[in-house]
C-alpha cells in the first residue's frame, strides 16, 4: 500500500502560515525579475504552498513551488532553489509521476555537487529519494540510502528530523519485505521522535504505518484502536490523505475480524477522500474492497459496480507506475473463488429393530419394496439428467458455432427420433402442438433470445418470456420441452454459460473478477454461476479461466 511517507522541507524549516488567500498569477515571467524584498516574497511563497499541501490541494502546492523557484533563479538563491526542487519532486512523488519526480530530484543533487557530503541540503536530498526508492518499490536501495542518512546525519546540530523520516521509511521497506517485526520496531522509533519532535503530522504518518504493521501480524483489534487514535490527531491542517489512509486501514481491520458490515462506512469515507484529492492508489484500493465487502454481503449489484470502478481506476494507476512496479502488481493474482457448490444425493434407508411378530415382517417388506421402486425411478430420472447434461455439454463445446444453430439441429435431431418412420402425419408423442406450429413457436423462441437476451437479466422469470412472446406459460413450457427436452431452468442457463465462457476469453474483460463476469451473464449468485458452468463446462469458472489464459500465453 502506498505509504505517506514524504518528507516535507517544511518539516525541517518551520514557516508561519499567512491567511491571505492570494491567487495564483499563471504568467510565470512576473516574478522571473530581480526584487527588492526577495525573502519577503520567498517566505510568502512558501507559506502558501505549504498550506496548499495540508489542504491537500497538490496543483496550487504545486503553482506557489513553481513560483518560488523562478523567484529563487532570478535572484540567484541557490540553496532556496535545491530545496525547491525538492519540494516539486515531492509533488511528482505524491501525484505518482514518479520518472518527472526522479529528474527534478537529480536536478536538485547536480546543483548540490559542489557541498559537502553531510550538508543538510545533500541528505535532505538522499532523505527524498529513499522516499522515491519505496514509491518505486526498489526497498534494499531504500534500506541502504537511509541508514546512511542515520549516519550522515550524526554530524548535523538537529539530526532528529532526519531520523524520524529514516525510521520511517526503513519501517516502510521492512513491512514491503514482509519483515513485519523488523517494520513495526522502526514504526515504533518514527512515532517516540514524533512526539519528542511535538510534531503532529509526523505522528499521523507513524501511527497510519503502525497500524499498517498490525494488520500484517494479525492484531486487528490492535490496529483499529490505533487508527482511531489518529483519526483524533488529524485536523483541518494535516493533509486529507491521511484521513482517507487511516480509514481505509480501519477497514481492513474490521474485514479481518469478518465483520464486513462494519467496513463498509470507513471504506466508503476513504473513497470518497480518493476521488476527490485524485488519490488513484487509495481509490483503487477502496473500490477493490468494497467489491469484496458487498460480495460477502450479497450485495451482488453494488459489488459489480465496485469492480467495474476497480478495474477503470486500477487501468489509470498502472500507467503512473514505473515498468518494476507495473510487473509485480500485473502479477497478483485474483482472488479464486472458493465456493465450489457440489451436490450429492444418496438414499438412506432406516430400519427398525427387528420384531418377532408377522406383521412386523410384513410392514419391513412393503417398506423395502416402496424404497425399491422409490430408488429405481430416483436412478431412471439421474440417468435421464446425465444424458441431458452430457448432451448440453456437447452443445457448448464447439464455440465456433452459434448456439442457436446448435439447438435448432438439436430439435430437428428430436423431431426425427419422435416422429414414426410409416406415419410421418403422426403428431410427436406427448405433444398435441402440430410439428408446423413447433417449428414456428422454436424459431419465434431462439430468434427473440439471440436478439433481445433475456437470460442476462438474473431475475427473469418463465413467464416475462411467455408473455413478451405472447405465448402462454404452459405452452413456452411445452415447446421446450417437446423441441428441445429442457425445461426452463436448463434452457436459460446454456445461453449464460455460453455468454460466460465468451467473457472469459475475451481480452476485454481479462481485469474482470469471476463474480463480476458471473453477473454479467446473468446468474444470480457466485453459488449458481460455478455449480452450473462446472456442470456443463467441467471444470469451474476459475480454472477456466486459468486454463485459458495459459493457452493465449503459449
Do not use: W
Amino acid at each position: 500500500m502506498k505509504k505517506l511517507l514524504f518528507l516535507i522541507i517544511y518539516i525541517l524549516v518551520p514557516l508561519s502560515i499567512t491567511s491571505a488567500q492570494d491567487r495564483i498569477n499563471n504568467d510565470r515571467s512576473l516574478y522571473n525579475q530581480k526584487i527588492i524584498a526577495v525573502e519577503d516574497s520567498v517566505a510568502k511563497y512558501k507559506s502558501l504552498s505549504r498550506k496548499a499541501y495540508r489542504a491537500g490541494d497538490l496543483k496550487a502546492f504545486k503553482d506557489y513551488s513553481d513560483i518560488v523557484l523562478v523567484i529563487a533563479e532570478a535572484n540567484h538563491l541557490e540553496e532556496t532553489r535545491i530545496r525547491t526542487l525538492v519540494n516539486i519532486a515531492i509533488y511528482y512523488q505524491q501525484t505518482d509521476q514518479y520518472e518527472q519526480s526522479l529528474d527534478t530530484y537529480l536536478q536538485a543533487e547536480e546543483l548540490a555537487l559542489t557541498l559537502p557530503e553531510d550538508s543538510y541540503v545533500k541528505i535532505l536530498i538522499a532523505v527524498n529519494l529513499g522516499n522515491l526508492h519505496i514509491a518505486i518499490g526498489n526497498d534494499e536501495m531504500a534500506i541502504r540510502t537511509m541508514k546512511n542518512v542515520i549516519e550522515l546525519a550524526k554530524n548535523q546540530d538537529d539530526p532528529v528530523p532526519f531520523y524520524n523520516v529514516a525510521y520511517s521509511v526503513l519501517g516502510t521497506a521492512y513491512l514491503h519485505q514482509k519483515k513485519f517485526q523488523n517494520a513495526l520496531k522502526y514504526m515504533e522509533l518514527s512515532k517516540d521522535l514524533a512526539i519528542k519532535m511535538d510534531r503532529n503530522d509526523n505522528l499521523i504518518r507513524a501511527m497510519i504505518n503502525i497500524s499498517e504493521c498490525y494488520i500484517k501480524l494479525n492484531r486487528y483489534e490492535d490496529a483499529i484502536e490505533n487508527s482511531t487514535q489518529t483519526l483524533g490527531l488529524i485536523t483541518a491542517k494535516e493533509s486529507i490523505e491521511s484521513k482517507a489512509l487511516t480509514q481505509l486501514t480501519i477497514a481492513n481491520a474490521f474485514i479481518g475480524l469478518k465483520k464486513p458490515s462494519r467496513a463498509l462506512a470507513p471504506l466508503k469515507e476513504a473513497k470518497e477522500i480518493a476521488i476527490a484529492g485524485n488519490f488513484l492508489k487509495i481509490k483503487m484500493d477502496s473500490h477493490d474492497h468494497l467489491s469484496k465487502v458487498y460480495e460477502s454481503l450479497n450485495d451482488l449489484k453494488n459489488s459489480l459496480k465496485e469492480q467495474k470502478a476497480y478495474t477503470e481506476t486500477r487501468g489509470k494507476y498502472l500507467k503512473t507506475l514505473s515498468k518494476a512496479q507495473r510487473l509485480k502488481l500485473e502479477k497478483e493474482s485474483e482472488i479464486k473463488s472458493d465456493i465450489i457448490s457440489q451436490q450429492k444425493e444418496s438414499i438412506l434407508f432406516l430400519s427398525k429393530e427387528k420384531r418377532a411378530s408377522i406383521f412386523a415382517g410384513v410392514v419391513l417388506i412393503i417398506v423395502l419394496i416402496v424404497s425399491s421402486v422409490v430408488y429405481y425411478k430416483r436412478r431412471q430420472k439421474l440417468a435421464q439428467e446425465s444424458l441431458q447434461l452430457q448432451g448440453d455439454k456437447l452443445l457448448l463445446q464447439n464455440e465456433n458455432e452459434a448456439l442457436k444453430d446448435k439447438l435448432n439441429a438439436l430439435a430437428v435431431k428430436i423431431q426425427k427420433q419422435q416422429t414414426p418412420e410409416k406415419e410421418t402425419t403422426t403428431q410427436p408423442k406427448k405433444s398435441s402442438i402440430p410439428q408446423k406450429d413447433q417449428q414456428r413457436y422454436m424459431e419465434l423462441i431462439l430468434n427473440y433470445m439471440e436478439k433481445e437476451k433475456p437470460f442476462l437479466n438474473h431475475e427473469i422469470k418463465q413467464s416475462d418470456i411467455a408473455d413478451n412472446l405472447n405465448m402462454s406459460v404452459h405452452l413456452f413450457s411445452e415447446i421446450l420441452n417437446v423441441c428441445f427436452q429442457k425445461n426452463f431452468n436448463n434452457f436459460i442457463n446454456l445461453y449464460r454459460v455460453d455468454t460466460a465462457k465468451k467473457m472469459i476469453k475475451n481480452p476485454k474483460y481479462e481485469n474482470y473478477k469471476i463474480l463480476a463476469i458471473g453477473y454479467e451473464a446473468g446468474f444470480p449468485s457466485k453459488t449458481s454461476f460455478n455449480r452450473v458452468f462446472k456442470n456443463l463446462v467441467g471444470l469451474t469458472p476459475s480454472e477456466f479461466q486459468k486454463k485459458n489464459s495459459l493457452s493465449t500465453s503459449q
